[in-house]
């Protein structure tokens, strides 16, 4: 290659997370020259932190309101279900299921009821009490003053997602090493943005686009600093229209040895949400398991997570400690040996004026540069969708919805074929194990106690 290439595009995503590799795959599918780069590995941060739940809206009532937001998500796992069994725009039918339903249970203490029980029904997610003798796994040994629910909100292998999103679409998927510019030119010219990146060779390469779809998620902040005009010299501040905001989360996640999780019922694995008396469940537990004998990893978010971010790591396991006896206590003999690690990660979403959540997908454009935020891993598909919306108004001409392909038979073998290819992330506890050497550590300890550093 040589040491400028430029590169010809209908549409150029930056940022290899789930909004981007979802929506690249819809453009695809509809009949535009695409092509996605990406600064680091495919899903790596927000979305491979991402617990994995297709939510229907179930969370976000708990309080027996059925809020807009879980009006908005309610679709979600229809069009997920969809995608899985390869019949939806989008087709990931190599993506695994860990679980096709998530439970809801209660502590000893709560006597409040499920209000949520009541706003599903609004929102189009079935939910079932499960009476003592039919409870699964984890929970057989639960007392009957525990209430347990089952929700059918599917639990997906987040990284298989990545995977299968990538797949067939090698050629219109790249990494560099970093974005070095990017010009707003004519307003509906074919090479209306020009963005240019260098490689991790040191080379450069361009790139010319009718549209721009930044999905870095909170990289999304960067690239607005490196945005130009090109008929307005005396400006810098182009990327202003980009307005976003980090909500951060100190999550954890726990390794069950593999004696261990050989004793359990079920290995271990637990998906579901422990309930509080507010909004925001007091824990949130997805599990992985890579084979069959080795250990199982629980990833714990919900209210923990929230409530930790002041915490240091030591203290955040010493907190989730507290909370998974309190909320597993039939399991009190086990817990001991299971060993916690704390890690952070930052929500990056589009500005809210209070700070709080947004209630759906966010879209924010300035001419032919548009940003996007997805908000939840679940709305990746509405928001694919909306961006369409938002191509057509440029003007960019989109076929309907074409039968499922592979990216191949529908975008030139020479998209992003002369540039490297981008991988797949790891989940947090393997990349923590792969920079052990590095100086970035956490605080690590079993719930019998606090131990030091990973």
Not at 97 to 118: C, K, M, N, P, Y
Request: net charge neutral; with cysteine; aromatic share 4%.
């Amino acid at each position: 290659m040589s040491d400028q290439t430029t590169i010809e595009l209908d549409v150029l995503i930056i940022g290899g997370g789930i909004a981007g590799l979802w929506t690249l795959a819809t453009l695809l599918n509809r009949g535009l020259r695409a092509g996605l780069i990406e600064a680091s590995a495919l899903g790596q941060g927000q979305t491979l932190w991402s617990q994995g739940i297709i939510h229907g809206g179930i969370k976000y009532a708990l309080t027996g309101q059925a809020s807009s937001a879980s009006k908005a998500i309610s679709a979600m796992p229809a069009a997920w279900q969809a995608a899985l069994k390869g019949e939806g725009e989008v087709a990931i039918p190599t993506a695994r299921v860990l679980s096709e339903h998530q439970l809801l249970w209660t502590t000893t203490g709560l006597l409040s009821r499920f209000s949520g029980v009541a706003a599903s029904k609004a929102i189009r997610t079935p939910v079932q009490r499960l009476d003592k003798s039919s409870r699964p796994g984890l929970f057989a040994g639960a007392p009957s003053s525990v209430d347990v629910y089952q929700v059918a909100e599917p639990v997906l292998d987040v990284p298989s997602v990545v995977s299968a999103l990538a797949k067939g679409r090698e050629n219109a998927i790249a990494r560099v090493a970093c974005i070095t510019g990017i010009t707003r030119r004519a307003q509906h010219a074919r090479d209306a943005v020009r963005v240019t990146a260098q490689l991790h060779d040191g080379q450069h390469v361009a790139f010319k686009t009718r549209a721009l779809i930044c999905c870095a998620g909170a990289g999304n902040a960067d690239l607005a600093r490196v945005m130009h005009d090109e008929h307005d010299k005396s400006s810098s501040t182009l990327g202003s229209f980009i307005r976003m905001q980090t909500r951060p989360l100190h999550m954890l996640y726990a390794e069950l040895p593999e004696t261990l999780a050989a004793a359990l019922p079920s290995r271990g694995m637990l998906f579901g949400h422990c309930l509080g008396v507010g909004s925001v469940p007091r824990l949130t537990i997805t599990s992985f398991s890579r084979d069959s004998t080795g250990p199982t990893h629980w990833l714990i978010g919900g209210g923990i997570a929230e409530q930790g971010v002041p915490r240091s790591a030591s203290e955040q396991i010493e907190a989730c400690t507290k909370e998974l006896h309190a909320c597993l206590p039939w399991l009190s003999r086990e817990l001991p040996s299971v060993r916690l690690f704390a890690g952070r990660i930052d929500r990056a979403e589009g500005f809210m004026p209070d700070g709080s959540r947004p209630d759906e997908p966010v879209i924010q454009h300035a001419g032919p540069i548009i940003a996007a935020w997805p908000t939840k891993l679940a709305f990746a598909p509405l928001l694919a969708q909306r961006l369409i919306d938002q191509l057509r108004e440029r003007g960019l001409t989109i076929n309907a919805p074409s039968p499922i392909q592979s990216a191949a038979t529908i975008v030139a073998a020479d998209t992003l074929a002369a540039l490297p290819r981008a991988h797949v992330g790891t989940l947090p506890w393997e990349a923590a194990r792969d920079a052990a050497s590095s100086h970035e550590q956490s605080a690590v300890g079993g719930l019998g106690g606090i131990g030091g550093t990973e």
